[in-house]
């Protein structure tokens, strides 16, 4: 479980196909100290680190999740954000992100204003369903607050940090992101859907 507050962007080092699996190194922050099982969000997927060098840390992928997220496409020198799990006494700044991605975005404005960003994000029905205007959402593994809703997309604001602490302040228009929405919206959404299901019957 993470909380979509970003602490340390890295480089991908390495990334290649092996037995059916993706495998992808990525650069170690100095100040982290890593062992082998922990779940680190790369990119808002949740990735359990399955090696460890003296610069680097090793995820594996699968193809289900190669098939829903954007790690099919990281490659050497890409930019990625990262965070390590939640511990009991870390503050909730973000919101409950469990590194589980919904489906795949795509970015299609960017627009300045002033020092901050506005982005539209293009978004399946299915996910669009469970996002609204002042809620939460995960973008690249990033707790963001959503601007305004329309039938295939969204928009967020990123502020002046956010743009200089994540991979959003690099990231060009027509580029794929992760999208992870608020659980809470999906327990409910889930709940309301059998309630409108059972009056019907």
Known sequence: MFTGIITKVSIVESAKERGGSFFVAIKKPK????KLGDSISINGVCSTVKN???NSFEVEYMPETIK????GTFAKGRVVNLEKSL???QLLDGHIVQGHIDARGKIIEIQDVKKSKVMKIQAPKKVLALIVEKGSVSVDGISLTV???KKDWFSISLVEYTLNNTNLGVIEKGAEVNIETDIL????????KKQIHAKKN
Not at 68 to 71: E, F, I, L, M, P
Request: glycine share 0%; aromatic share 12%.
């Open 31 to 34: 100040s982290w100290k890593i």
């Open 52 to 54: 460890i060098s003296k």
């Open 68 to 71: 829903k997220t954007t790690a």
């Open 87 to 89: 511990t009991l006494n």
């Open 147 to 149: 601007i305004e809703t």
């Open 185 to 192: 919206a999906k327990y409910i959404y889930k709940i309301l």
